[in-house]
């Protein structure tokens, strides 16, 4: 299908399963050019059609001057730098260098500065996990404002929570949104979602139970290990909405079996269907949750309607692989709320 020369155009850095350029979709926009290292995403990209180009390989190797001289120009760059080596967890709990350092993911960031620089769009959206934004790493964050300015750009930036944006998780993002100085600066759309405890004009969350409840009847396959792995038995005890510190002398467990706070927080979590998940992991694991209320491991079928994917968005690879795709994803329903605003405010004569 011949592309529709009216949308505003977009160039998308690691893409993985293609979250971001779903969203921007939705709301007017058109990827012209896509790129991910990982094989598998790529494929997924390519499967469903999410760019008019998908390149498959190491971004220093891109000269995004000559995809401008090739394409035309690029009116939105978006992408989300590798978050690990912004990840708190991994920072005090692993003591693994990180930011710039990190010799997997550290040149990420100022890569993404590169393509900014050689491709001047209008506006571009960075995306990372909420850790971006600590004191742990002031370097990176001020490096990204310096350069913004440098290149002329005003930024807004805010770490957003999904679920007040209609995600049924409750999901923490750095976003931050670039326009050129000469355009009125980004102002972030108005929440729709709160949390239903607080007393609000605004629409309660969407819960698990809203999106993921006709799986309820779906029988645990026969698997090698099974959620929890040696603590089986132990998870199916703890409540739905509740981890492991269900089991703690502070929580009152007569026989405690853990120490408070002795594990992440995510060992032996349960989701519970009257509130979102929590935040959706990168990697599939035995005994890292979220796992479904009814003790078994989530089907990659949910992991979609909870990241807000659809239904038929096909993801490649194996489980593992849909996992990962899924769990490093910006859910597209988020990435929908910021492209509207970006669209509705610097793009109204492209249809």
Known sequence: ?????????????????????????????????????????????????????????????????????????????IGGPPCPPYSQTRHYLIGKADGFEDEHAGFAVPEYFRALKELSPTVFFFENVDGFTFKTHQYEFEFLKKNAAELGYNITYKVVNCANYGVPQTRKRFICVGVKQDLPKFVFPSETHADPSKKTDLLPWVTCGEVISEFDNITEEEKEQRPGAKDYDLLCEIPAGDNYLYFTEKRGYPNPKFKWKSRYWTFLLKLTPDRPSWTIQASFSTNQGPFHWRNRFLRVEELKRIQTFPDEYELLGDFKDQWRQVGNAVPPQMAFMIAKAIKEEYFNGKR
């Open 1 to 77: 299908m011949p592309m529709d020369i009216k949308k505003p155009t977009v160039l998308s850095l690691f893409s993985g399963a293609g979250g971001l350029d779903l969203g921007f979709d939705k709301a007017g926009f058109h990827t012209v050019f896509a790129t991910d290292i990982w094989d598998v995403a790529c494929e997924t990209l390519t499967k469903n059609s999410v760019a008019d180009e998908v390149f498959c390989g190491d971004i220093r190797d891109i000269n995004f001057s000559e995809i401008k001289k090739r394409i035309g120009s690029i009116d939105v760059l």
